[in-house]
């Protein structure tokens, strides 16, 4: 459940789950004021929840990722619009005009209806012709019609379903596109948001004055399989092999992106945790677990040697194989190994097929 879905601004486009929740964001946000950052990192961004909140307090945001989605979505929410309703005018005039549809790739049509995929692909076509910042909302309003007219339901993995939504995939793209507009018009941030298409694990700013985010959890959800629709219909992939490309530069969080040439941790804890495991799991989840931990220290490696204030960061703990993986006290070792004071909270419950969870957050400090 994201708890930001039906909020102004956040709700042009959520993300199944979310762990960063309001209370949290605005506690960080009070003790970032408090103690003098101004600039704000997030390394994991997502959705765009720490720079919509962030710039509307007046922070300036540095936010990476390395789906390429994600940037489309954290941009189009931190825009300044004014005149909501010449914009929506510009769009249905173009909309009236346009001629045929364009479908970015033929793998498209195993997701809809002959019917809806065509309007869909007549609203795609007006964005082809927008070159402003305007197109990256149109894209992103499109993506959640994209998701809503198609034959795939997450579950939370995204599965095959019966009947897609009756209705029109154009009205309901005016509705979204309509709140949207309000939205960012009647936003007023104060700060700025820089975006990079990056991977901390191999980069972070030099100097961190304070970071908020929420990782990836090692719960085997693909992050890249959950954007498909929205990677394929803004030309980011057109085959399998796209969407391979950008899995291979994910943080291995699940099975999926998992590959042979990427390094492993040799952790004596995370080998007993796989040992315990059932054997028919061992090798399913075994490497990807081994991936994820090794890349997620060498995230923590990069922060020591960056952070110069606070860094909280929200994670959730789950089961594999029958084997129960306490993410956030991994990573508080990491943490203190590399020399950070840490502290955890325990935030909310969470439930996954029965198996009680929870949502901690890990606040780490410099010790300096």
Known sequence: ???????????????????????????????????????????????????????????????????PWSLIVTKAKTLRLKEPRKILDRFLGMLENVGKPYIPTRRLEKYYVPEHLEKIGLIRAVIENINDDLRLLLLTVLGRIADEYSFLKRTPAPRFKGNPPRGDPVKRYVEILEVALKDLSNAKPRGSAMLLLADSTEWLPEHICGLLTSPPFANNIDYIRHTQLQLLWSGFAVNSRDL?????????????????????????VINQLINNMAPKYRKRYGRFLKQYFYYMQKHINLLAESLEGIAWYTIGDS???????????????????????????RIKDRYSRSKRLALYLLEIMNKR
């Not at 391979?244 to 004596?268: F, I, V």
């Not at 084997?323 to 956030?328: A, D």
């Open 1 to 67: 459940m994201n708890p930001w879905k039906n909020m102004p601004v956040h709700r042009i486009f959520t993300f199944v789950e979310h762990g960063l929740l309001p209370g949290i964001v605005g506690e960080f946000f009070d003790l970032a004021w408090e103690i003098g950052c101004s600039l704000i990192v997030d390394p994991f961004i997502g959705g765009g929840v720490v720079a919509v909140e962030g710039i509307s307090r007046g922070f300036n945001i540095v936010g990476l990722d390395v789906n």
């Open 244 to 268: 391979g490309y950008w899995r291979n530069l994910q943080l291995p969080g699940c099975e999926a992106a998992s590959r042979a040439w990427k390094k492993t941790s040799n952790d004596e």
């Open 319 to 345: 089961y594999l194989g029958g084997v129960y993986v306490p993410t956030h006290l991994f990573l508080q070792r990491y943490a203190e190994k590399s020399g950070l004071k840490t502290k955890i909270r």
